[in-house]
């Protein structure tokens, strides 16, 4: 019976001798790897992972932080900024679907997220979804203050240019919400005028429309914008219009077909705003 004891003898002996093989081929990356733990454990396990945030965190992060880099938890501190990369990205996502051209600016309007034009599209909309008096009244002025201010303007474009002064208002109020809009306040585009080809011989901002890509005219003032909007209607693509003389309704329709809209209801949009405000009155 000695041959099983000899066998397992000689057995152990070759993986002793390919341990100590493995040992001396590896033994700087064992000595290292030894010194590695050693500093580790004796002196704290602390490990920061950077990863990039735009934003800066809030001091409830930034001390959660703190306290996983100082005890070591260096898992807590991966999940805390993970959640701050997270919120960056979902904040900067939001604030790029709300920048589109018509989206209203930084205002003094107590309900901005109403469209100053809703009440004159529906006359009836503050009484169905009682809307506090103030509101109504706050979104009748802005939109009287916006003709005050820009009617003089409209009836100067159309005695050079022969469009009627009550197509011009209407366009600029609800392409502007009343002066309103991100494009009007930032921009001094009135109309939704984007930009040349290529944008060539002018200066534009991006904003959404269409598409996301959309660049659009930025102008000096509000009344370079009007002028410009006479000019582009002065062209051949327009000129048909001209043939309506002071007919907003045949303009309003008119323009639509022209492709200034792509809104099916623009043309009927128009007409309404002209006759709830009654601004055919301009036109005489």
């Given at each position: 019976?000695?041959?099983?004891?000899?066998?397992?003898?000689?057995?152990?002996?070759?993986?002793?001798?390919?341990?100590?093989?493995?040992?001396?081929?590896?033994?700087?990356?064992?000595?290292?790897?030894?010194?590695?733990?050693?500093?580790?454990?004796?002196?704290?396990?602390?490990?920061?992972?950077?990863?990039?945030?735009?934003?800066?965190?809030?001091?409830?992060?930034?001390?959660?932080?703190?306290?996983?880099?100082?005890?070591?938890?260096?898992?807590?501190?991966?999940?805390?900024?993970a959640r701050a990369t997270f919120a960056t990205v979902t904040e900067t996502s939001t604030v790029h679907a709300l920048d589109d051209f018509?989206?209203?600016?930084?205002?003094?309007?107590?309900?901005?997220?109403?469209?100053?034009?809703?009440?004159?599209?529906?006359?009836?909309?503050?009484?169905?979804?009682?809307?506090?008096?103030?509101?109504?009244?706050?979104?009748?002025?802005?939109?009287?203050?916006?003709?005050?201010?820009?009617?003089?303007?409209?009836?100067?474009?159309m005695r050079e240019h022969g469009i009627p002064a009550s197509i011009t208002l209407a366009q600029a109020l609800l392409e502007s919400n009343?002066?309103?809009?991100?494009?009007?306040?930032?921009?001094?585009?009135?109309?939704?005028?984007?930009?040349?080809?290529?944008?060539?011989?002018?200066?534009?901002?991006?904003?959404?429309?269409?598409?996301?890509?959309?660049?659009?005219?930025?102008?000096?003032?509000?009344?370079?914008?009007?002028?410009?909007?006479?000019?582009?209607?002065?062209?051949?693509?327009?000129?048909?219009?001209?043939?309506?003389?002071?007919?907003?309704?045949?303009?309003?329709?008119?323009?639509?077909?022209?492709?200034?809209?792509?809104?099916?209801?623009?043309?009927?949009?128009?007409?309404?705003?002209?006759?709830?405000?009654?601004?055919?009155?301009?036109?005489?």
């Open positions: 019976m000695p041959a099983p004891s000899s066998s397992l003898s000689t057995d152990l002996g070759r993986r002793f001798a390919r341990g100590l093989d493995y040992a001396v081929h590896y033994s700087v990356e064992l000595l290292l790897i030894t010194l590695i733990l050693y500093l580790c454990i004796s002196r704290g396990l602390a490990v920061e992972i950077d990863v990039h945030d735009p934003l800066p965190a809030t001091p409830q992060e930034a001390t959660a932080a703190a306290s996983a880099v100082h005890t070591g938890n260096w898992f807590t501190q991966l999940q805390q900024r018509n989206s209203v600016a930084i205002t003094d309007d107590p309900a901005p997220h109403i469209s100053n034009l809703t009440l004159v599209l529906s006359p009836d909309y503050g009484k169905r979804k009682n809307l506090p008096a103030h509101i109504v009244r706050a979104k009748r002025q802005r939109v009287q203050d916006y003709l005050d201010r820009y009617a003089p303007t409209a009836r100067q474009e009343a002066g309103d809009s991100k494009l009007a306040v930032n921009s001094n585009n009135h109309f939704g005028i984007k930009c040349r080809s290529k944008c060539l011989g002018c200066t534009c901002r991006n904003y959404g429309d269409d598409t996301r890509y959309d660049m659009f005219r930025v102008f000096d003032s509000a009344g370079d914008s009007f002028s410009e909007h006479s000019t582009l209607l002065n062209t051949s693509r327009y000129a048909r219009l001209k043939a309506y003389g002071m007919d907003y309704k045949k303009w309003a329709h008119g323009l639509k077909a022209c492709g200034y809209a792509t809104d099916k209801r623009y043309g009927n949009k128009l007409i309404t705003i002209i006759e709830n405000l009654q601004l055919d009155r301009y036109d005489a």
